[in-house]
C-alpha cells in the first residue's frame, strides 16, 4: 500500500504540472520540477496542514529558480525561442485523453516576454486564483508588489498575445487552405487567410536554418512561406505532411529527408481568429519536438 503522503501527492500531481508548465513552457521541465516538488515534500517531517497551498508554493519556487537560471540561457539563444512542442495525433477531443496542462502555444509565447517575477505571478493568481499573499510568499516580497508584478505581466499579455479564438473545426479548416495556397504558389489565396497583423516566428535553436526574426504582415509571410515551399522543400525526398495537434490546437508536421540525407522535421502550429491566421508557429529545433505517439 503506498502511504498516505504518496495517495495525497498525487491527486495534487497533474494540477501541479498545470502550474509548472504555464510557468516554463516546456513539459518535460514541468515535469522535472514537480518530481523536485515530491523529492521535498518527502523529507518533510513537520505537519501540513495545507498540502496543495504548500506544493504550490513549493513548485513555484522551483520554476521562479529555473526561470531566473534560463534568463542567462534565453538571452545567448540564437534567433528566436519557442516552447518546446508536444505533438499528437490529430483527433477528435472526445478521443483523446484531456491534458490538464493544456495552453496556446500564443500565450506561451507571449509568457515568455514577461520577467519572471511577473510569469509566476501572472500564472499563480489569474490563472490558479492563488491570493497575492501566498504569491508574495513565492516571490519573497510583499502582497502589493506581488500584485504590481501580476499587474504588469497581465497588462503585457493583454498587449501582446496573438489572439486565438477559433474552435478545432475552423482551425482545420483554415489550415488546410493555408497548406493548399502555399503548395500552389498562390501569393493572393494565401494572403487571404492571413490576418493583416499575423505574425511567423521560426525557432531552428541554431542547429537547423530558420528566421533569426519574426516575419510581419499577410503580404511577407505569405511570400516567405511560398518561398519556403518552392526553394526550401523542393529537394525534400519522403516529403510528409501530417494533420497534428499542438497543445489542442490544429497543427501540421513535415518529415522527410533533405538531398544530403539529413532529416527534415518541421511542426508549424498557428493561432487563428476570424477566420484568418493571426500566429504561424515552426518549431524547427529537434530538441524541442516531442512527438508523443509518433515516436
Given at each position: 500500500m503506498p502511504?498516505p503522503?504518496?495517495v495525497?501527492?498525487?491527486a495534487?500531481?497533474?494540477?501541479?504540472?498545470?502550474?509548472a508548465?504555464?510557468m516554463?513552457?516546456?513539459r518535460a521541465e514541468a515535469?522535472?520540477?514537480v518530481?523536485?516538488a515530491?523529492?521535498?515534500?518527502?523529507?518533510?517531517t513537520g505537519?501540513?496542514?495545507d498540502?496543495r497551498g504548500?506544493l504550490?508554493?513549493v513548485?513555484a519556487?522551483?520554476?521562479l529558480?529555473?526561470l531566473?537560471?534560463?534568463?542567462?540561457?534565453?538571452n545567448?539563444y540564437?534567433?528566436e525561442?519557442l516552447?518546446?512542442?508536444?505533438?499528437?495525433?490529430d483527433?477528435?477531443?472526445?478521443?483523446?485523453?484531456?491534458?490538464?496542462?493544456?495552453?496556446?502555444?500564443?500565450?506561451?509565447?507571449?509568457l515568455?516576454k514577461l520577467?519572471?517575477e511577473?510569469?509566476?505571478?501572472?500564472?499563480?493568481h489569474?490563472?490558479?486564483?492563488?491570493?497575492?499573499?501566498e504569491?508574495a510568499?513565492?516571490?519573497?516580497?510583499?502582497?502589493?508588489?506581488?500584485r504590481q508584478?501580476?499587474?504588469?505581466?497581465?497588462?503585457?499579455?493583454a498587449?501582446?498575445q496573438v489572439?486565438?479564438?477559433a474552435?478545432?473545426?475552423?482551425?482545420r479548416?483554415v489550415?488546410t487552405?493555408?497548406?493548399?495556397a502555399?503548395?500552389?504558389?498562390?501569393?493572393r489565396?494565401?494572403a487571404?487567410?492571413l490576418?493583416?497583423d499575423v505574425?511567423?516566428?521560426?525557432?531552428?535553436g541554431?542547429v537547423?536554418?530558420?528566421?533569426?526574426?519574426p516575419?510581419?504582415?499577410a503580404?511577407?509571410?505569405a511570400?516567405f512561406?511560398?518561398?519556403l515551399?518552392?526553394?526550401?522543400l523542393?529537394?525534400?525526398?519522403?516529403?510528409?505532411?501530417?494533420p497534428v495537434l499542438?497543445?489542442?490546437?490544429?497543427?501540421?508536421m513535415?518529415?522527410?529527408a533533405?538531398?544530403?540525407?539529413?532529416?527534415?522535421?518541421?511542426?508549424v502550429?498557428i493561432?487563428?481568429d476570424?477566420?484568418?491566421?493571426?500566429g504561424?508557429?515552426?518549431q524547427?529545433n529537434p530538441?524541442k519536438?516531442?512527438?508523443?505517439d509518433?515516436?
Amino acid at each position: 500500500m503506498p502511504s498516505p503522503s504518496v495517495v495525497e501527492f498525487e491527486a495534487h500531481r497533474s494540477y501541479l504540472t498545470a502550474v509548472a508548465y504555464r510557468m516554463l513552457g516546456n513539459r518535460a521541465e514541468a515535469e522535472d520540477a514537480v518530481q523536485d516538488a515530491w523529492l521535498r515534500y518527502s523529507q518533510q517531517t513537520g505537519e501540513i496542514r495545507d498540502t496543495r497551498g504548500w506544493l504550490t508554493t513549493v513548485t513555484a519556487r522551483i520554476c521562479l529558480d529555473q526561470l531566473n537560471s534560463a534568463r542567462v540561457r534565453r538571452n545567448a539563444y540564437p534567433g528566436e525561442w519557442l516552447p518546446a512542442f508536444v505533438v499528437e495525433p490529430d483527433a477528435d477531443p472526445a478521443d483523446r485523453a484531456e491534458m490538464a496542462d493544456q495552453v496556446s502555444i500564443a500565450l506561451l509565447v507571449v509568457l515568455e516576454k514577461l520577467t519572471p517575477e511577473q510569469r509566476v505571478a501572472f500564472v499563480l493568481h489569474d490563472a490558479f486564483g492563488v491570493p497575492f499573499d501566498e504569491v508574495a510568499a513565492v516571490l519573497d516580497s510583499t502582497p502589493a508588489a506581488a500584485r504590481q508584478h501580476a499587474s504588469r505581466g497581465r497588462k503585457a499579455v493583454a498587449e501582446g498575445q496573438v489572439r486565438h479564438t477559433a474552435g478545432l473545426a475552423e482551425q482545420r479548416k483554415v489550415l488546410t487552405a493555408f497548406l493548399a495556397a502555399a503548395q500552389d504558389g498562390d501569393m493572393r489565396t494565401l494572403a487571404a487567410v492571413l490576418a493583416p497583423d499575423v505574425v511567423a516566428i521560426g525557432d531552428g535553436g541554431g542547429v537547423v536554418r530558420a528566421a533569426l526574426r519574426p516575419v510581419l504582415g499577410a503580404e511577407r509571410v505569405a511570400r516567405f512561406f511560398i518561398g519556403l515551399v518552392s526553394h526550401r522543400l523542393a529537394g525534400v525526398t519522403d516529403l510528409k505532411v501530417e494533420p497534428v495537434l499542438v497543445n489542442g490546437s490544429a497543427a501540421l508536421m513535415l518529415s522527410g529527408a533533405h538531398p544530403d540525407g539529413s532529416r527534415l522535421l518541421v511542426v508549424v502550429a498557428i493561432a487563428v481568429d476570424e477566420g484568418r491566421i493571426t500566429g504561424i508557429y515552426n518549431q524547427q529545433n529537434p530538441e524541442k519536438l516531442v512527438l508523443g505517439d509518433f515516436e
